[in-house]
């Protein structure tokens, strides 16, 4: 078990509409990163933020937004939501921009229908 | 940009019989490689990763891989396998500060009786 928590763990959306999820990073960490991994693919890259700053991004549309508060805890937004927007999003927290120690959490499967 | 190709989709083994999960990838700087596995339902744990030093990297729940440079690849292997072992195995590949680590698809494993 890591200590990184997401919520909700499920969550059925309209298409169109707007969405919030959360992620309380491992103690210690400073950075999320957000990905998403759409049914039977492997997890691409939204974007991540290193002490409350967003320090890079994949191939997301920018209705994919973030933000990052004092405590280092992430929130990830998507508004205008589409029915490809299904998928399950991680979040992952590690020291530092590097990637060679992030813990994910279990993730939000979100539902958009 | 690196990217990473796992040349099974799926493997099915039979319990106590060894595995071989191949992961190939291409970058053209230094990288740093990982394994994980999901379980149903989960987030991703690490296996292992190769950041430098020794080819032969030693992980979690006696699954090892070799870093081999000329072949660009990084195939993850265990000698015997359990029905516990049943699950999607992602590589990833990233590099120094780099925040984009690139996932493969996955491969699922199947350990039958």
């Known amino acids: 078990e890591t200590g990184v928590t997401q919520s909700p763990t499920h969550l059925i959306k309209t298409r169109g509409q707007q969405v919030t999820l959360r992620c309380s990073s491992q103690?210690?960490?400073?950075?999320v990163s957000w990905y998403q991994q759409a049914l039977g693919q492997g997890p691409q890259f939204i974007f991540q933020?290193?002490?409350?700053?967003?320090?890079g991004r994949g191939n997301f549309p920018p209705r994919f937004s973030g933000l990052q508060f004092p405590n280092y805890s992430s929130e990830l937004n998507v508004n205008a939501l589409e029915l490809d927007d299904s998928a399950l999003y991680l979040c992952?927290?590690?020291?530092?921009?590097?990637?060679?120690?992030?813990?994910f959490g279990q993730g939000t499967r979100l539902t958009v229908v | 940009a690196q990217s990473v190709t796992q040349l099974d989709s799926q493997v099915p083994v039979f319990e106590e019989a060894p595995v071989e999960l191949r992961c190939n990838y291409s970058?053209?700087?230094?990288?740093?490689l990982f394994w994980y596995v999901q379980y149903p339902n989960q987030g991703l744990q690490l296996l292992l990763k190769?950041?430098?030093?020794?080819?032969l990297v030693k992980g979690i729940n006696g699954f090892e891989a070799e870093f081999n440079k000329s072949q660009t690849s990084f195939h993850l292997r265990k000698p015997s396998v359990h029905i516990s072992d049943t699950a999607e195995y992602f590589c990833?590949?990233?590099?120094?500060?780099?925040?984009?680590?690139?996932f493969g698809a996955g491969t699922r494993l199947t350990v039958k009786p």
């Open positions: 992952a927290s590690s020291l530092g921009r590097s990637n060679t120690e992030a813990f």
């Open positions: 103690s210690g960490h400073n950075t």
């Open positions: 933020y290193y002490r409350e700053e967003e320090n």
């Open positions: 970058s053209s700087v230094s990288v740093y």
């Open positions: 190769y950041l430098s030093g020794s080819t």
């Open positions: 990833a590949v990233t590099h120094g500060n780099n925040n984009d680590m690139r």
